[in-house]
């Protein structure tokens, strides 16, 4: 037997009483279907309500509905916090209403959403979706502008600001589309449920929504998507609107507090930093490049043996700088082998050789690398290898003496 869906006739019944049906544990949930109830199940878009259920002597006895959802048979499932009431139980509900306000916020917003795009651009709805934090909507088409956007967003904020009736409607299906319904449910039988917005938009919905489109209070357009379906539209309604403009304009704030600057120059003063920034890296790559030149210099200085090979470990520079060095050392002359290695927590080893000489810089690195454990390789001429965890830079020292000698 369906359960009576009080919420059906009125969106604004969050307590009443009704009589357990069944009550039992199922699939490690506990379940109570009643006669009637004002919970809303979970869907179409739409999420569930909690509350209360009370009974007993002086209804002292209270378990917690934590989720509602619909059987295949129109029962309703209550799930609940504590198992199994005794049938014929009379309860006592409570819906937790400032969810409800909420999700009815976001529902009736979403309607009128849906129809403004309709209006003004001929593009339907293809799902609706609430979340947590915000809500979206797929709409059946491939590309949407900002001025899109915009337009649709005044045009609801209107219709909400004009304090429409919003009326539930019963109706057989062609009486529906005389009307000039805007969506029909995938299954079309027996008498429709018609949600009226009073002079812009009639539809076919089961879920539970404000009495006026003043109650819903504003709708704020947010991200907008391509999804495969067509466009992704984020929004939010009501009180959270007025929530997600305030988290928004705090990390504002805080942004615009490290630049010192107003919240609406954030964008030149982001955009002139980041140039800065590049323009210091280059600046920065430019010394690094003649620091490697002076160090290539004085280390070929100190080296007369043919080829002549160079073994350097440098514990405070990293890869960039040991491959910078690398080619510095190899282009400079016409002999040279050197065997480089940097890094305090990262190893990281460079191999590199004139153009010509014999030796196969990436072999060697393989080897070196599989005796110490890390991964490398590369060319004849160049060759990088790298190592995390524990090493010893005086352990990797002798290492590379060890390679030289093989040369
Ligand atoms: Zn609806």
Redesign the pocket.
Known sequence: MSTVRLYYRDSFLYDFQAHVLESAERGGKNLVVLDRTAFYPTS?GQVHDVGILAFGEGRASRILVLDVAEGEDGTIHHFTSHPVVPKGTTVYASIDAPRRHDHMQQ?TGQ?ILSAAFVRLFDIPTASFHMGVESCTIDLETSSLSAAQIETAERLANDVITEDRAVRIRFAEIEQAQRLGVRKLPPKQTGELRL?DITDFDL?A?G?T?ARSTGQIGSILLRKVEKVKQGVRVEFVCGRRAVNTARKDYAALVEAAGLYSAHIHDLPQQIQKSLEESKASGKAQHKLLEEIAELQAEKLLAGSNSSPRTIIAVFPERDAVFLKLLALKLAATRPDVVALLASGTEQLTLVFAQSPGQKSNMGQMMKEVMGQLGGRGGGAADLAQGGLTGSFDLARIQTVLQEVASKL
């Open positions: 179409g529902h309607h949600i539809t919905c879920g929504h």
